[in-house]
């Protein structure tokens, strides 16, 4: 399940030193470059998972060390792909790809790496790059030239008295911000303030020609290799040396300084795994049920892990090698029964925890018709089962959602303790499905202590909980899809938010709330609430709102889905980092300013923020 804007130490990268003396202009920009592939073979499943029955032995499999948690684009992911492509094989499933294949491939940023135009240049002297300094892999490629300011640890203080927040009160415009490492005051949004991409952001956004963050003397330098964050607007470098108390000292005296970099995304090859039932009635084959899980993970930790401090591998059993497992079930105990008179497409995802990149690149490229597709179920962590208790959101997406749910679950030997939702946003895939107007159905067993840690693994998962799940879905599924004597049901989709433009959206937290700046479950307390529901699938600048919750203070000012923020008290938002950290900068109560583009038009809007 997606945990967005979770912080740790931002990697950066290493490149060969270069003088400063070398004209700006000159600077020759080097190509993003898809990374080569990985050429090891994959893992023997029989040497994993021995006599394991399914489901058990594909949260086996794909949880295993081996597989090197899964991180999207990674040799682990491509993988864990083809074991799921095998599986979908050998149930008798067709490949829902081009050309009949099991694959729908889509580019993913893996990583950042330097040109060859970088240096820093501080107390009339060249630093040396890789060994005192290196830019961070989400720079901006730029050069800042400029007096320098220091702005202590680069945070306003939320709810301070007017005059006692330094940092909200300093001139940064056309300046190199030098800033302290970490964040001394927690109770103001953690450790996502604490990353330099946020302070970054922040001073970017108020006008700052770069940012310099003074690392602890002998910390470890930034390695950019694994940043997929986007770049900033500005150079951004860290420094971890014996000169940082004369750096700070020159910042506060306004010296000059020189900053360069050049920093190029990294991309790489994701993919999806497509199988298809084709439907049999030729009245409703061309209509689709789709059942969904992603089955990428964190790799070795970094961004969205909380042990981000940890370079250990993560490796996702619940998260979701689980709602991959039972996914695979469904697909074989539905092959067995079928034929059905819609078609039902079996799709599992990559790229979900870096912001449902898979779900939103099959919505906006799909390979049925979207526009027959008449629901979407989706598994994410639905391995541990606890107190039989079973959480389903999106009964109220369609009108019919509830009646079938209480009956599907009726009908099992064993009946779930059910909490229902009514809401079809969420953090995970069907929410892109939900913004294109698709009813849908989310099944999770809850949250607990091994979340996004390398604890999650396989021997915590609840087998037969796992099974049972697999056993309403397919139930479901099967009432969806339609069989001689039993007819689809007809959805009536229900949507409060409907996206008039189309595309993906996302919750960018693991929290269930769909707003970027309500507080995550694990944070000090410290939530601005706005009530916006973000489109993630949205790449064009700004951040376009698939819609907006009841009652929030975002419906109260008159934001609207469909809205494009751009920007947020007179600073531009390019992103929904810049849209989030643009929040966690304010408090409770606070009135801003926000400049939406409708239809073509740019409107302004003033919002009272709220609390989560």
Known sequence: MISMFISRRAPGLRSTRTSLGAAFATLLFLPGALAGQDDRSC??????????????????????????????????????????????????????????SFFQAFQVRGGSQLGSHNGLKILDKDLDLGKTWAPYGFSG?????????????GLTRPGAEEGEDRFARLDLSGKVVVVEDGDPDATHG???????????????????????????????LPEAWSETRPAVSIPVAAYSGPDAEAIRSAAQSGDDAALMTQVEPRMVEARNVVAVIPGSNPMSADEVVIVGAHFDHLGFGGEGSLAPDSREIHNGADDNASGTAALMEVARRMADAGPYDRSILFLAFSGEEKGLLGASAYVNDPLLPIDESVAMINMDMVGRLSENRLTIFGLGTAEEWEDMVMEANAGLSRPFSTALNPDGYGPSDHAAFYGAGIPVLHFFTNTHSEYHRPEDDWDLINDDGLIRVAEMVTDLSTQLGGTSGHPAVAMTVVTSAPNP????????????????????????????YLGSIPDMGFTEGGVRLTGVREGSPAEDGGLQAGDVVVEWNGTEIGDLYAYTYALRDHAPG????????????????MVTLGQR
């Open 43 to 100: 893992p023997d499943p029989g040497s994993i998972i021995g006599t394991t029955g399914e489901p058990m032995a594909h949260v086996r499999y794909l949880a295993d060390d081996a597989l090197e948690g899964r991180e999207v684009g990674s040799w682990g992911a491509r993988c864990a792909g083809d074991y799921i492509a095998d599986r979908f094989a050998s149930y008798g499933l067709e490949g829902a790809g081009p050309d009949g």
């Open 501 to 528: 433009h189309g595309g993906a959206v996302a919750a960018p937290q693991a929290a269930a709330s769909s707003d970027p700046g309500a507080a995550p479950s694990r944070s000090s307390g410290y939530g601005p």
């Open 590 to 605: 606070d009135e801003v300013e926000l400049v939406v583009l409708r239809d073509g038009e740019r409107i302004t809007v």
């Open 141 to 153: 490629t730029g050069m800042a030239s400029a007096a320098m300011v220091y702005g202590d640890y």
């Open 190 to 220: 953690g450790s996502m303030r604490a990353d330099p991409h946020f302070k970054a952001t922040i001073a970017a956004g108020r006008g700052a020609a770069g940012l310099v963050v003074l690392l602890p003397e002998g910390a470890e």
